[in-house]
């Protein structure tokens, strides 16, 4: 059964989403649970007839040659849509930098602008910076916390607005429903980096953006093992999505999207997991004396908190806290103490991470003031007693260097 006529819940939904009967059964009776990996370059025709009769039609779901796809993409990708109510589709890319890259092409022409939070991921503001201005769109860096006053900053040559909402160093929520009303009023499109809610959390089709991007690789994929993006656009918005893509010639593995989508079908739970044991630890962390502050959207210390209390409807497993004065030497002690807690990049895999972040280094326009050097944290699914006896070592480190 992968499909039913009455409304279900997001657990449900993503064991059900993208198993169509098409893609798994064709080969005797039965069906396989899961569409499986189907890797193809050359796809065979019957005949020229049909061959030149295959090149007139659409290719949406449909065998042409591999950089259009298989079952095993077009079942990922039809299971990012299910989960956005309201969507017209979605396409999948090597890698989040990817889809971000694509989703701003589809839109952006040059003479445009785009106006990009402040608090963006830095290889997207590297991209707004580099090859988008070498392609003669420029942009305007906003406040996070802008809200509605977004609408001064609009201007003739305004074409996209770019939010990511926590962001994902210093975890400001942004106004986004403000934001998409100023946008839209204006005729301009929007676009959100919504990796750290998810379609779970926050279905963001549903709360009016235009074009929403996850680096698949953190929570869709979840176990750290492959890289992986996708974008999905509202109404009106998937059919230049799709040629720009297509011109760009992105075609994500199918190998990695049969790991995103086995990676989906507990996404639920173990998001559930990393907001149960994230909030923990960030409680424990608010009532520690070396701890200046948590920047968790959960808790009231974090900018735009009751805008993630009005919009969201959970919290996942990655958030930063400032510790109370000490330098990077002793920051360092605590990470380097840490037993439990890898020292790397990303998030959203089943295992706890640590890293020493400096959001300042990434402001154009903005600048919060915090009281000591700050650390990411990434809550994987350990037990969460365990998690808090590693940091209370590291805190003490902490302590031993600061003096
Ligand atoms: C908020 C956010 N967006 C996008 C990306 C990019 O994803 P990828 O590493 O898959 O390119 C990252 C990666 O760390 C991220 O943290």
Redesign the pocket.
């Known amino acids: 059964m992968t499909e039913t006529t009455r409304p279900v819940g997001d657990a449900t939904k993503v064991v059900l989403a993208g198993r169509r009967a098409e893609w798994t059964r064709g080969v005797g009776e039965g069906a396989i649970v899961s569409p499986p990996v189907w890797r193809a370059s050359t796809i065979l025709y019957d005949s020229v007839g049909h061959l030149r009769d295959s090149a007139t039609r659409d290719t949406h779901h449909r065998l042409f040659y591999g950089r259009k796809g298989t079952p095993t993409q077009w079942s990922l990708a039809d299971a990012l849509t299910t989960l956005e109510p309201g969507a017209e589709g979605t396409f999948l890319y090597g ?6 890259a694509a989703a701003l092409l589809s839109v952006l022409s040059p003479g445009d602008e785009l106006l990009l939070v402040d608090s963006a ?1 830095d ?2 503001r590297g991209m707004a910076n580099g090859l988008l201005k070498r392609f003669g769109i420029m942009t305007r860096f906003y406040d996070p916390l802008i809200g509605a006053g977004i609408a001064d900053l609009i201007g003739e040559q305004t074409r996209a607005i770019f939010m ?1 909402s926590p962001g ?1 160093l210093s975890f400001e929520v942004q106004d986004i429903p403000a934001i998409v009303a100023a946008a839209r009023a204006r005729g301009v499109t929007t676009l959100l ?1 919504n ?2 809610a998810t379609p779970l959390f926050f279905p963001a089709i549903g709360h009016g953006v235009d074009l929403t ?1 996850l ?4 929570y869709v994929v979840g176990h750290s093992d492959a ?3 996708s974008v999905t656009a509202g109404p009106g918005h998937f059919k230049a999505l799709r040629e720009t893509s297509f011109q760009l010639g992105q075609i994500a593995s199918p190998d990695d999207c049969w790991l995103g989508s086995r990676g989906l079908r507990t996404m639920a739970v173990r998001l559930a997991q990393h907001q149960s044991s994230a909030l923990a630890i960030a409680q424990w962390l608010e009532a520690r004396p070396e701890v200046a502050q948590v920047l968790h959207p959960a808790l009231p210390g974090c900018p735009g908190h009751d805008l993630f209390m009005r919009d969201f409807k959970g919290s996942s497993g990655l958030f930063s806290f400032v510790l109370d004065g000490g330098d990077d030497a002793s920051r360092a002690a605590l990470i380097d103490t840490l037993e439990l807690f890898g020292i790397g ?3 959203g895999g089943f295992e706890s991470l640590a890293l020493p972040v400096d959001p300042h280094r990434y402001r154009s326009v903005t600048r919060r003031e915090v009281a000591g050097p700050m650390i990411r944290l990434q809550i994987g699914l350990e037990d969460p007693a365990d998690l808090i006896a590693d940091l209370d070592a590291g805190l003490a480190a902490f302590r031993a260097v600061r003096g």
């Not at 890698?95 to 971000?100: E, Q, T």
């Not at 680096?215 to 953190?218: G, L």
């Open positions: 890698s989040g930098v990817a889809a971000i991921y290889p997207t990511e994902s980096d990796t750290w991007i680096a698949c690789t953190k890289m992986l993006g990049y990303s998030w």
